[in-house]
């Protein structure tokens, strides 16, 4: 598999405002731990290659334990995640699915017990963001990097 396009050569104003957002979420009081987690849930659904193996280097990198990272695309299913993190998953699988339907009361309700709207705003503009990721580098096949000895394609 080759990449398509060089997205970063032939748009690079536009993707230093992708990345500016991005720098700016980050920055914006989430804690870390959490911002890189949802960002590989989203980028879990959406089948970004690219975007899991970033965010799961960078989980690991800043902290996390390789149980928790390895388990995100489970989170229902392990006792490892808080129930704030858990909002946040949940939050973040309606929000990348959002062409399944509205966004319910319920659901809104059920995130808004674990966040302030300040967090709210900046949970859903993370999750916005790592979707607009997804959506560059997934059509553009964007290729992770590939650590040496691991590669098993022929």
């Not at 990449?3 to 990345?19: F, G, H, M, N, S």
């Not at 979420?25 to 659904?45: C, F, M, P, T, Y």
């Not at 705003?121 to 963001?129: A, N, Q, R």
Request: aromatic share 8%; hydrophobic share 40%; with cysteine.
């Amino acid at each position: 598999m080759q990449q398509r396009l060089d997205y970063w050569k032939t748009e690079p104003a536009l993707l230093k405002i992708v990345l500016e957002l991005d720098t700016a979420v980050k920055q914006s009081g989430l804690d870390i731990g959490l911002v890189h987690l949802v960002k590989l849930r989203a980028s879990q659904i959406n089948g970004c290659a690219y975007c899991v193996d970033m965010h799961s280097r960078e989980a690991r990198r800043d902290g996390e334990s390789e149980q928790r990272v390895q388990l995100v695309s489970a989170w229902r299913e392990s006792p490892l995640f808080s129930p704030r993190e858990r909002a946040a998953f949940e939050w973040t699988e309606r929000l990348t699915r959002i062409a399944d339907g509205p966004v319910e009361d319920e659901q809104y309700e059920a995130v808004s017990r674990h966040f302030s709207k300040s967090e709210l705003v900046k949970l859903t503009v993370l999750i916005g963001v790592i979707n607009i990721w997804n959506r560059i580098a997934i059509p553009f096949r964007t290729i992770h990097p590939v650590v040496d000895g691991e590669s098993r394609a022929a």
